[in-house]
């Protein structure tokens, strides 16, 4: 049963599945400098550390038949879920930063399976290139709040 006092949702870089394209928009200046092979060669980098401290720590996660991580929504439920709330007539907006791997997942997939979808003026994306993951700098995090709120104001 739908609550009616739920009109929209504000999804923010919704479906982060690491993919090669983010990989090499990540690591693009490592990739570049030599001093960061020296080091991956020479089992100082701050990517064998990680590996070793995840292996330590059990957080090598399994990965389920469709390739996502335990626990993880597939790129079908997730869009599944989408297409509902739209019916029902709920306004979506989706956020994605420069910095996730949810911008490169949109692109390439997501939007693919949005596009079946034909909302019906309900749903919304929006892209801060600028912003990292975190939203970390006051900037971003103003430009999200007033994404936010621009959107809130259109919506009623």
């Not at 330590?56 to 626990?71: F, L, P, Q, V």
Request: glycine share 8%.
């Amino acid at each position: 049963q739908q609550d009616q006092r739920v009109c929209g949702t504000v999804l923010i870089d919704i479906y982060a599945k690491s993919s090669l394209a983010y990989t090499l928009h990540s690591y693009r200046t490592q990739l570049l400098r030599f001093g960061s092979w020296l080091k991956l060669i020479s089992g100082r980098s701050d990517f064998w550390t990680s590996i070793k401290h995840a292996i330590s720590m059990g957080k090598i996660r399994k990965k389920t038949t469709d390739g996502n991580n335990e626990g993880q929504l597939s790129e079908n439920t997730l869009v599944k879920h989408s297409e509902l709330l739209l019916k029902k007539g709920i306004h979506l907006i989706f956020i994605f930063s420069g910095g996730s791997p949810a911008f490169y997942n949109y692109k390439k997939k997501f939007k693919q399976g949005l596009s079946a979808i034909e909302p019906k003026g309900n749903l919304e994306t929006r892209f801060m290139m600028e912003s990292d993951h975190g939203f970390t700098l006051l900037k971003s995090q103003e430009l999200l709040v007033q994404m936010i709120y621009d959107w809130v104001l259109k919506i009623f």
